[in-house]
């Protein structure tokens, strides 16, 4: 970037335009193995200073990567190179809860944990609970439409938003959604920010719904049987939705082994497990949910007691440390967040073990099995031809069998070449329109979700192909 623009952006920020790398380390990488230092980290303090800052950047054709908690894993909230950062974490707000239209309006920066703490004081939760609840942010939830286990019962985040605040790529500030819980006013503008990734705008504010809190929840651990079809287990389970199930996720044994060496883990490690939640009235009603439960799990093959954790969320927190468990058991590797069809999750599996036998690496497998939405793991090192390969190919089979290359974590750089494949030329004419009409000058979040290649190449290498690779930690 040339240095008059820096000056320019300077004079305007002040003290709120970082630089330097050493500090700018903090913002050059997210949780996926790839990082860029940007060229400064803009922390603005209102919404007419983003507003400023997109003036500045149309100007000046520079890229503005948005960045919440920094926790995406595929390379969402990693800079391109050139970039100018906009941190928004530190707008931490909440702005209103309002236990009678059930919302909570927020700063796009309100980690999804306090908006959590805050909602039960009102006796209501936001339904969406990432693994990464306690540092991923509302915006970045909204921008990846993130998921969690309770997802099997809610749905993800884009089912919760009912309104934003955002700052176009043309620096128009635009009021999406309304506060009331249903909406039939023709294509919902609103929804295509959700898992935008920062590509057609800014959120600046959010609205989300709320739910009254489940009198009881309680999460078990069952153990299941390495030959159990994990498919028929799922669509068996997956019935259990009307039953009060809330949650229906698994581990395999590679996983559950890495999972139970974590301090005060609980979990058996010798073999597969399901992970499910109920939710009840009362203790009653949870002993009668409970034993229609055993009934399910009998017809599904198993047989073995669950473990009862009365802490439903201590278990989600567990399990939302899987990857780090995996990091310290299998080092750098392809992991990958794929969706499955529940009739085609034997036949993914399948694929994963030839996948096994030929490469000879270490594979493992875990996810929220009651929406088919899975995480394949192969110990092979990203970034090389094999390993992004191997990852082509567990992206592709997802496809071929009905489904999706993300279930959850979106596209970010790893996966914006697969994406762009997927849609076909039909799908990207549209998606460029949109791009078009949001971001104009294609300064938002360049070379991710949707790509611009005429305005990348204006810029030089493609960011993609130029960040740096990094090794995640171990
Ligand atoms: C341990 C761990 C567990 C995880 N578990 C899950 C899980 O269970 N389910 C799941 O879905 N994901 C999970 N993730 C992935 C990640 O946490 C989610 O994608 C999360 O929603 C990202 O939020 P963030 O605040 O960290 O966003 P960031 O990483 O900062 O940003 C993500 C994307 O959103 C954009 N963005 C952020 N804020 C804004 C804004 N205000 N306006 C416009 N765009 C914005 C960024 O530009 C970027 O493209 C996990 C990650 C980790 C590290």
């Given at each position: 970037?040339?240095?008059?623009?820096?000056?320019?952006?300077?004079g305007?920020?002040?003290?709120?335009?970082?630089?330097?790398?050493?500090?700018?380390?903090?913002?050059?990488a997210?949780?996926?193995h790839?990082?860029?230092?940007?060229?400064?980290?803009?922390?603005?303090?209102?919404?007419?200073?983003?507003q400023?800052?997109?003036?500045?950047?149309?100007?000046?054709?520079?890229?503005?990567?948005?960045?919440?908690?920094?926790?995406?894993?595929?390379?969402?909230?990693?800079?391109?190179?050139?970039?100018?950062?906009?941190?928004?974490?530190?707008?931490?707000?909440?702005?209103?809860?309002?236990?009678?239209d059930r919302?909570?309006?927020?700063?796009?920066?309100?980690?999804?944990r306090?908006?959590?703490?805050?909602?039960?004081v009102?006796?209501?939760?936001?339904?969406?609970?990432?693994?990464?609840?306690?540092?991923?942010?509302?915006?970045?939830?909204?921008?990846?439409?993130?998921?969690?286990p309770?997802?099997?019962?809610?749905?993800?985040?884009?089912?919760?938003?009912?309104?934003?605040?955002?700052?176009?790529?043309?620096?128009?500030?635009?009021?999406?959604?309304?506060?009331?819980?249903?909406?039939?006013t023709?294509?919902?503008?609103?929804?295509?920010?959700?898992?935008?990734?920062?590509?057609?705008?800014?959120?600046?504010?959010?609205?989300?719904?709320?739910?009254?809190r489940?009198?009881?929840?309680?999460?078990?651990a069952?153990?299941?049987?390495?030959?159990?079809?994990?498919?028929?287990?799922?669509?068996?389970?997956a019935?259990?939705?009307?039953?009060?199930?809330?949650?229906?996720?698994?581990?395999?044994?590679?996983?559950?082994?890495?999972?139970?060496?974590?301090?005060?883990?609980?979990?058996?490690?010798?073999?597969?497990?399901l992970?499910?939640?109920?939710?009840?009235?009362?203790?009653?009603?949870?002993?009668?949910?409970?034993?229609a439960?055993?009934?399910?799990?009998?017809?599904?093959?198993?047989?073995?007691?669950?473990?009862?954790?009365?802490?439903?969320?201590?278990?989600?927190?567990?399990?939302?440390?899987?990857?780090?468990?995996?990091?310290?058991?299998?080092?750098?590797?392809?992991?990958?967040?794929?969706?499955v069809?529940?009739?085609?999750?034997d036949?993914y599996?399948?694929?994963?073990?030839?996948?096994?036998?030929?490469?000879?690496?270490?594979?493992c497998?875990?996810?929220?099995?009651?929406?088919?939405?899975?995480?394949p793991?192969?110990?092979?090192?990203?970034?090389?031809?094999?390993?992004?390969?191997?990852?082509?190919?567990?992206?592709?089979?997802?496809?071929?069998?009905?489904?999706?290359?993300?279930?959850?974590?979106?596209?970010?750089?790893?996966?914006?070449?697969?994406?762009?494949?997927?849609?076909?030329?039909?799908?990207?004419?549209?998606?460029?329109?949109?791009?078009?009409a949001?971001d104009?000058?294609?300064?938002?979040?360049?070379?991710?979700?949707?790509?611009?290649?005429?305005?990348d190449?204006?810029?030089?290498?493609?960011?993609?192909a130029?960040?740096?690779?990094r090794t995640?930690?171990?």
């Open positions: 970037m040339d240095a008059a623009a820096l000056r320019e952006l300077r305007l920020l002040g003290e709120r335009l970082v630089e330097g790398a050493e500090r700018l380390t903090r913002v050059s997210d949780a996926s790839l990082a860029c230092v940007p060229a400064a980290c803009a922390l603005p303090r209102d919404v007419s200073e983003v400023a800052i997109v003036r500045w950047a149309r100007r000046h054709r520079v890229p503005l990567v948005v960045r919440g908690g920094g926790t995406s894993l595929d390379g969402e909230s990693v800079p391109v190179p050139g970039a100018v950062v906009v941190d928004l974490s530190g707008w931490t707000s909440i702005h209103e809860i309002d236990p009678v919302i909570a309006r927020v700063a796009p920066g309100v980690v999804n306090t908006l959590q703490e805050a909602a039960a009102h006796g209501m939760f936001f339904p969406p609970n990432p693994g990464s609840w306690r540092t991923s942010t509302l915006g970045g939830n909204v921008s990846t439409n993130a998921s969690g309770r997802s099997f019962r809610y749905g993800p985040t884009r089912a919760w938003v009912r309104a934003a605040e955002v700052v176009m790529g043309t620096a128009e500030r635009v009021a999406l959604g309304g506060r009331s819980a249903k909406r039939s023709g294509p919902d503008l609103l929804q295509l920010m959700i898992g935008g990734e920062g590509t057609l705008g800014i959120l600046t504010e959010i609205t989300v719904g709320l739910l009254p489940p009198p009881r929840r309680c999460a078990l069952v153990p299941i049987p390495e030959a159990r079809s994990l498919g028929t287990v799922a669509a068996t389970l019935r259990g939705l009307s039953w009060g199930l809330s949650a229906l996720e698994y581990l395999d044994a590679a996983c559950a082994a890495a999972l139970s060496n974590t301090p005060g883990a609980r979990l058996p490690g010798d073999r597969p497990l992970l499910l939640e109920i939710e009840s009235v009362d203790a009653d009603d949870e002993a009668v949910r409970l034993s439960l055993s009934g399910m799990l009998r017809n599904a093959g198993l047989s073995e007691d669950p473990l009862v954790f009365p802490d439903a969320d201590q278990l989600w927190t567990l399990r939302g440390s899987s990857g780090e468990a995996l990091d310290r058991a299998l080092g750098p590797r392809i992991r990958e967040d794929v969706g069809p529940l009739g085609r999750i036949e599996l399948q694929e994963l073990a030839r996948i096994a036998e030929e490469t000879g690496a270490r594979t497998l875990y996810g929220h099995l009651g929406e088919g939405s899975l995480h793991n192969v110990a092979l090192a990203p970034g090389t031809p094999r390993g992004e390969e191997i990852r082509s190919r567990l992206l592709e089979t997802a496809v071929r069998l009905g489904g999706t290359l993300s279930a959850e974590h979106g596209i970010g750089l790893v996966k914006a070449a697969a994406w762009e494949r997927s849609v076909g030329d039909e799908g990207r004419r549209v998606l460029r329109a949109v791009k078009d949001c104009p000058d294609g300064i938002l979040n360049p070379g991710k979700v949707l790509r611009v290649p005429e305005v190449r204006g810029r030089g290498p493609s960011p993609g130029s960040v740096a690779g995640p930690p171990a």
